[in-house]
């Protein structure tokens, strides 16, 4: 690993005496409202353990001790989150060793606080991820995401904040995606017209529209310092109240703050189906990429990147932001309208390859596929029969699952898929010698018929 990386670390090395004048001018800046002097004290203290602790993981780096470079690096941000260094050398390590996962929660954990992100992510390249074994998939697989589609990405604007609905959502409707919303219903504004909160007559109007209003707690409180006797105001309440205004069932839950809390996890998927919640995440589907957008160092580019990262890695994108700038109200990390409408054109122009849909709609799919199986699969020439069963006493799904089949010819002709009473199912060919049958029941044979078999 240290004849891999020999030059990255120097230069990186190198370089941290530039990025610490750089850093410490932009929280110590003269120009700058006055700093107390205690804040100033800590920020440096901070700053120098950080890049001591970066310094001590190079060494163990040479020293090809990887797991204790890796805790001095985690370490070197903890003590100060704003260390781009320490990011980059933990990407690079999880990149050399093969923990995909690890690459993407790095990702995540930069996007949460204020590194320069656009640098960090030049650490992942293409090359890499690619060395990364991708699990194979078997003559009959229900496919990961809707239609086949290599990625799924879900935006989520949390805080419900006004240029969400006045300024984002026109820009989505442009190019007909639809996004998550969540709000806190205790500063929802009573009546329109408030500078930064959005009132319960635009988020029924949204929600009417097809964009979700999720549920982001009554009063914006960490999860982890709730008692359970608040639960039911914090968690119960706030979506009644919810669905009292838009008329609409709340299904996802966004923890606050991203603080999350296993027994609160718990109350909150007795009565929503979707929660933004690493354990949920991953408990839905394994590769997910949960990143913050916006703010200064978060470019439409990484944007972009992001999302080829995801078509590449079949990743489920998470896109959270929160909102833009109005008049005196800052918005945390914000974006422009220019960012969202260059982004979302980006994505357009690769629609074959992505499907954009709201938190709860990813989530529901991929929970029901998680919990169905395929019990029978017989493939002939031209002919196959598959079963699916559910582990959920399911008879049919809400919304279809869409299943591979990998056949041949290469390229199949006449395809057709019933059900066994003869019912029409949506088939396509949707890639070399494969065929996807988008299938809504479960239990019933699903009979497909391509080339010769299917005239």
Request: charged content about 20%.
């Amino acid at each position: 690993m240290w004849r891999r990386y020999k030059w990255f670390i120097i230069l990186t090395a190198i370089g941290m005496i530039a990025v610490a004048l750089f850093t410490a001018h932009h929280f110590l800046s003269p120009k700058k409202p006055v700093v107390d002097p205690a804040k100033r004290a800590f920020v440096l203290t901070s700053l120098h353990e950080s890049q001591r602790l970066t310094q001590q993981g190079i060494a163990y780096i040479q020293q090809k001790e990887v797991v204790r470079a890796v805790d001095s690096f985690r370490e070197a941000i903890n003590v100060f989150p704003p260390n781009n260094q320490a990011y980059e050398f933990l990407l690079k390590i999880y990149l050399a060793t093969g923990d995909e996962q690890k690459v993407y929660e790095t990702l995540e954990a930069a996007g949460r606080s204020y590194p320069a992100f656009d640098q960090i992510l030049k650490a992942v390249d293409d090359a890499s991820l690619a060395r990364i074994p991708m699990s194979k998939t078997e003559d009959v697989y229900i496919a990961p995401f809707r239609e086949n589609k290599k990625t799924a990405i879900s935006f989520m604007f949390d805080d419900g904040e006004t240029s969400v609905y006045s300024d984002v959502m026109p820009i989505f409707d442009q190019f007909a995606y639809k996004a998550t919303v969540s709000v806190i219903p205790s500063q929802v504004a009573a009546h329109s017209g408030d500078p930064f909160r959005g009132s319960w007559a635009q988020w029924k109007d949204a929600a009417d529209r097809g964009f979700e209003i999720a549920n982001h707690s009554m009063n914006h409180l960490d999860a982890r310092k709730l008692t359970p006797d608040q639960y039911k105001t914090e968690i119960d309440d706030a979506k009644a109240l919810i669905e009292k205004n838009t008329g609409k069932r709340v299904s996802s839950y966004v923890f606050p703050l991203d603080s999350f809390s296993e027994p609160v996890l718990r109350h909150v998927l007795q009565s929503h189906t979707a929660a933004r919640d690493p354990a949920f995440l991953r408990l839905a589907y394994n590769m997910t990429m949960d990143i913050m957008y916006g703010g200064p160092s978060f470019s439409v580019d990484s944007a972009n990147r992001l999302v080829d990262i995801a078509i590449n890695r079949h990743l489920w994108l998470i896109s959270e932001c929160h909102g833009l700038d109005i008049h005196s109200k800052k918005s945390y990390k914000p974006l422009t309208k220019d960012f969202v409408s260059t982004h979302l054109a980006y994505i357009k122009a690769r629609q074959d390859d992505i499907w954009v849909d709201t938190f709860s709609a990813v989530a529901n799919y991929l929970m029901i596929r998680k919990g169905t199986q395929v019990a029978r699969k017989d493939i002939a020439d031209g002919r196959a029969q598959v079963v699916l069963t559910s582990g959920v006493g399911m008879n049919d799904f809400a919304v279809p699952l869409t299943v591979v089949l990998k056949v041949k010819p290469a390229v199949p002709g006449n395809i057709s898929a019933t059900t066994a009473d003869g019912k029409s199912l949506k088939a396509w060919n949707c890639g070399d010698a494969q065929i996807c049958v988008d299938v809504s029941v479960v239990g019933q044979p699903i009979n497909v018929t391509w080339g010769q078999a299917g005239q």
